[in-house]
């Protein structure tokens, strides 16, 4: 991890927006330390594990509130949007060798 590079990003996403939780998923627990000194919210070690993510979530520093009228987008596991509670579907399919949940991913 590049500390110096890091603490830029992350003071970045503060002024954006001060209650921005930042995950570090990362492939070397060394660097777990350095997470933590940059105020980090959680760290996961790769491979992650689904388990790894949801303790992740479940303590982040700053509590997610989630509003029933809003987007969200799931990104573990299946790659799914909703507003509310509902499930956005897509109808154009894509080229069969193109990945639509990670072209979706790019753009968030």
Avoid: H, W
């Avoid at 603490?7 to 330390?33: D, M, P, Q, R, W």
């Avoid at 959680?42 to 491979?47: D, N, T």
């Avoid at 029933?68 to 109808?91: A, H, I, P, S, Y």
């Amino acid at each position: 991890m590049e500390l110096k590079s890091k603490k830029t990003e992350n003071k970045e996403l503060k002024e954006i927006n001060s209650s921005t939780n930042i995950v570090f998923v990362l492939g070397y627990s060394e660097y777990a330390v350095n997470a933590f000194s940059l105020n980090a919210s959680g760290y996961i070690l790769k491979p992650a594990r689904k388990i790894d993510v949801e303790n992740s979530l479940e303590n982040l520093r700053i509590p997610v509130k989630y509003d029933e009228g809003k987007l969200r987008v799931q990104c573990f596991g299946n790659f799914d949007v909703f507003v509310g509670n509902e499930k956005v579907t897509f109808k154009r399919a894509l080229r069969a060798n193109f990945n639509l949940n990670e072209l979706r991913a790019f753009f968030l």
